[in-house]
């Protein structure tokens, strides 16, 4: 977020520290509760779309079963981390195979985006998890359960998490609002709530960016965040596509991400209202119906919880190439 050098990001401030502060996923955090309580637990995986609080659950769990110093006790590891598969099994090795602190007799290692890993890197982790298991248990989040190896999914706990209710992300929103001091009109928080459809970050990330300019949220304001520039931005993002440059394409749609907090649907809505205003000649009509065919799959993956990251890159990709092929 463009202003977090001078602000708190919220999504950050009000995470919730303990399991006893999270709302909503009432089908899991009464189970990860009682793992805390009884301070056993087996190797976990966090199945489920962007923003329903699989990293929020874990760090929870990991600050009630070990207290103030869980720290010591517990390990992120981003599994798609840039330093690439080798440091991450080596840091998962040292860190796995060393004896835990304290009383409880076991640490945790949280390895997120676990569905990145390529089978082979699976294998091993699966075979760390099995020597490893007396000392260190493994939380393994991602996106598609169905990406993760059987041998290992029969190993864990599976939670499947959900996009959050209307219920509990009001609630959350309500929290944030009143504790900075906000006025959130009705029609605002509705709008807040359709446009975030259950994903936790975009809500909170949506009340921050339309909190900042003022202290009475408006349905108004919240729209204009929400949806309107989001259409300039992504023209400029698909001419830069169109013209075959993917790396100023790819730039401009991470910062609507970041910047915007748009959704991977939004972007996908956005592109498909533009792709009519494209002229023929930059788009043939042949090119356009292959794209809207594309575009409907990549709207089934984003519903079943795919990356919006890795999805609108793809669909990036496809104009870029697609173009290019096309000559
Ligand atoms: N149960 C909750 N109660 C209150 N706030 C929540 C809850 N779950 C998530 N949040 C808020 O939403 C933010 C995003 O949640 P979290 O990081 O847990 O998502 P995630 O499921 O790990 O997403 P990703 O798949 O993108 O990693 C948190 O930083 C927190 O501010
Ligand atoms: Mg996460």
């Not at 076991?106 to 699976?122: G, H, M, R, V, Y």
């Not at 996106?143 to 059987?150: A, L």
């Not at 309107?228 to 790819?250: C, I």
Request: proline share 4%; net charge neutral; charged share 25%.
């Amino acid at each position: 977020m463009a202003d977090r050098a001078t602000e708190a990001v919220w999504v950050e401030k009000y995470r919730p520290a303990s399991l006893k502060e999270m709302v909503g996923q009432e089908a899991i955090v009464p189970l990860l509760r009682s793992y805390a309580e009884k301070r056993s637990m087996p190797h976990l995986m966090f199945a489920g779309p962007p923003g329903t609080g699989k990293t929020t659950a874990a760090l929870a769990l990991a600050r009630d079963l070990f207290g103030a110093e869980w720290r010591q006790s517990f390990l992120e590891l981003n599994a798609s981390d840039s330093r690439g598969i080798d440091t991450v099994r080596t840091t998962i090795k040292e860190y796995a195979r060393t004896s835990p602190f304290g009383a409880v007799g076991f640490k945790i290692l949280f390895l997120d985006e676990a569905d990145n890993l390529t089978s082979e890197a699976q294998a091993s982790l699966r075979r760390m998890m099995e020597r490893y298991s007396g000392s260190c248990r493994f939380i393994l989040s991602c996106n598609y359960s169905s990406r993760i190896i059987d041998p290992i999914q029969s190993r864990c706990a599976v939670f499947r998490f959900r996009a959050y209710s209307t219920e509990a992300v009001r609630a959350q929103l309500e929290r944030v609002a009143k504790a900075e001091g906000k006025k959130v009109s009705a029609e605002a928080m509705e709008t807040m709530l359709t446009a975030s459809a259950g994903d936790m970050r975009r809500a909170v990330n949506l009340l921050q960016l339309t909190a900042t300019h003022a202290d009475h949220v408006t349905a108004d304001t919240v729209k204009e965040y929400a949806t309107v520039p989001l259409r300039r931005e992504v023209e400029a993002m698909l001419g830069a596509a169109l013209e075959g440059n993917f790396l100023e394409a790819r730039g401009r749609l991470y910062r609507v991400f970041t910047d915007r907090g748009a959704s991977g649907e939004d972007v996908l809505r956005a592109i498909h209202s533009y792709l009519p205003d494209i002229p023929d000649t930059v788009l043939p009509p042949r090119e356009k119906v292959r794209l809207v065919e594309y575009l409907g799959e990549v709207d089934f993956r984003l519903a079943e919880g795919a990356s919006d990251r890795i999805q609108l890159e793809a669909v990036l990709a496809h104009v870029a190439t697609g173009r290019s092929v096309g000559k």
